[in-house]
């Protein structure tokens, strides 16, 4: 999992919405209630969104290679050096542990292990894709208003400031809850690398990772 700047990505997010939002030349009042329109759209799109990405998580297979869990630039960069190579491993939601499509075999104990340490890895990602939601609601939240408000906003620069802050009180505490649940997933790591060797590429989560993740937390939001 690698580290995106949250706020520009929120904002990222409402372009095509404030697109849609300006007023057509000679349109008559009721553009304020079709920009309401388009935007409890929006929202009613990423929830049905955001569910099913949710869902795909709880019935497919997770891919290690692909999650691994580093924070920052030197993180990304561990991430990508430690995966380069790597067979493709994923964990189903029945714990079994495969390797390029392949059954490693596994007892009981380690079936627990993996099933844990999906579960961990599932949780941190749902709370990334909760963490999205409630930010990008939030912002959703704070164009929501009069066209003309929207205009004059987005003129001065107090829209965009309105929704940095607005995303940065939804979101900053969300994401150090997640920096806080990166130790059990190391340990977790380190339990399945000591049982199952075939595991032990794929352990790559490091202190530094979860050092980084507050120092990253901290970072961002220190400047906003």
């Known amino acids: ?36 329109r388009e935007l409890a759209d929006a929202r009613k799109e990423m929830r049905v969104e955001m569910a099913k990405a949710k869902q795909d998580l709880d019935t497919g297979n997770l891919q290690l290679d692909r999650d691994s ?37 596994i007892d009981a104990r380690q079936r627990r292990e993996l099933l844990a ?11 990334g894709i909760d ?12 164009v ?22 607005t995303v940065r009180q939804e979101v900053e505490p969300a994401v150090r809850g997640i920096c806080r649940l990166l130790p059990r997933v190391m340990e977790s790591q380190q339990r399945l690398s000591a049982s199952l060797p075939q595991f032990r590429p794929y352990a790559t989560l490091e202190r530094d990772d979860i050092d980084d993740c507050e120092d990253g937390v901290r970072r961002e939001f220190a400047t906003r």
């Open 1 to 36: 999992m690698t580290k995106t700047p949250l706020l520009p990505a929120a904002l990222c997010l409402l372009l095509p919405l404030a697109a849609q939002a300006q007023p057509a030349q000679g349109a008559d009042t009721g553009i304020g209630g079709e920009i309401h």
């Open 69 to 105: 869990l580093h924070f920052g630039m030197d993180g990304d960069r561990k991430a990508r050096t430690a995966t380069a190579n790597l067979a493709r491993a994923e964990i189903t939601p029945a714990g079994d542990f495969l390797i390029d499509g392949n059954a490693q075999p």
């Open 117 to 127: 340490y999906r579960g961990l890895v599932v949780e941190i990602t749902k709370a």
């Open 131 to 142: 963490i999205g939601q409630r930010g990008a609601e939030a912002a959703l939240t704070a």
């Open 144 to 165: 929501d208003g009069s066209w003309i408000g929207l205009m004059f906003g987005a003129m001065t620069g107090s829209l965009e400031r309105r929704i940095e802050r």
